[in-house]
């Protein structure tokens, strides 16, 4: 099944490739379209189980896969050179998708971005096959670790805003559902911090990272030890959370731009 779903937006002579987070679709980016779409040309893309992407399975896909179906993508659109942006669990589709065009790409936004560094619970979930098993068990039994996330916040081993987030993502059988298949399908989309600072470095990409100050899923120094290592890189810190992230980015670049 294609992994490829998207709506275009704007008009701008530039064009640039937008991955959301989960639990979002392409409409995340409407923000871009509305201040940015006399600059870019948009391609907001749907995540696999997300917006109008129709992916059931939970069959885990390669980077190679990611690649190969993007080319198709890049051919069928005439596209030759293009920036990309991504954040949260959408961060992962960008930094696969420099990995394999970092040739072409003219930019990279990372939006409090996964994949710059391993999260622990997220490998601990999918690393094996038990632990898949386990993880499949606590997505679809959820009532438990709800009151363990209670008692964490209570006890202050857990910020209120991530349990929060935490809670929001699992109150649905629908969202649990998309949990799932997201984590098992996207966990060969891993990345080595050494390899992505060579690559940058090689090609000398302009790379943005926007952090919010009150993000606790991630948190602005995540970023840091990547940023002294690319001449080419920037942090920008936002005073907004991990969910305001991609609305107060598009109101900074459009700024700017202005600006400029």
């Known amino acids: 099944m294609s992994l490829i ?28 379209a509305e201040q ?32 190969a179906q993007f080319n198709d993508f890049l051919d069928d659109q005439s596209i030759e050179n293009f920036s990309v942006v991504g954040f949260s ?17 003219r930019h990279v936004f990372l939006l409090a971005p996964d994949g710059i560094r391993e999260n622990p619970y997220y490998r601990l979930a999918v690393h094996n096959p038990l632990s898949r098993l386990i993880f499949k068990y606590t997505v679809f039994h959820v009532s438990w670790l709800m009151k363990l996330a209670e008692w964490l916040g209570k006890v ?18 629908e969202k649990r559902t998309r949990v799932y298949h997201s984590w098992i399908a996207f966990r060969h989309l891993r990345f080595s911090q050494a390899s992505l600072v060579n690559l940058l470095n090689q090609h000398a990409i302009p790379v943005q990272f926007f952090m919010g100050t009150f993000d606790r899923m991630m948190p602005p120094p995540l970023v840091s030890p990547l940023c002294k290592q690319v001449p080419t890189a920037s942090r920008v810190v936002l005073r907004c959370g991990h ?4 609305q107060h980015t598009a109101e900074y670049l459009q700024r700017k731009k202005l600006q400029a």
């Open 5 to 32: 779903t998207y709506h275009r937006w704007g008009n701008g002579p530039e064009v640039l490739i937008a991955f959301h987070g989960i639990g979002q679709s392409h409409q995340a980016y409407q923000s871009w």
């Open 36 to 67: 940015l779409g006399t600059l870019y040309t948009l391609y907001a893309f749907d995540l696999p189980y997300h917006g109008a992407n129709a992916r059931t399975s939970s069959e885990a896909f390669s980077k190679a896969e990611w690649q």
């Open 156 to 173: 202050k081993l857990i910020h209120p805003s991530t349990m929060r987030f935490a809670l929001w993502m699992l109150d649905s059988p």
């Open 243 to 246: 969910n305001h992230l991609i």
């Open 89 to 105: 669990m959408g961060g992962r589709f960008a930094l696969a998708t420099l990995e394999g065009f970092a040739a072409r790409i």
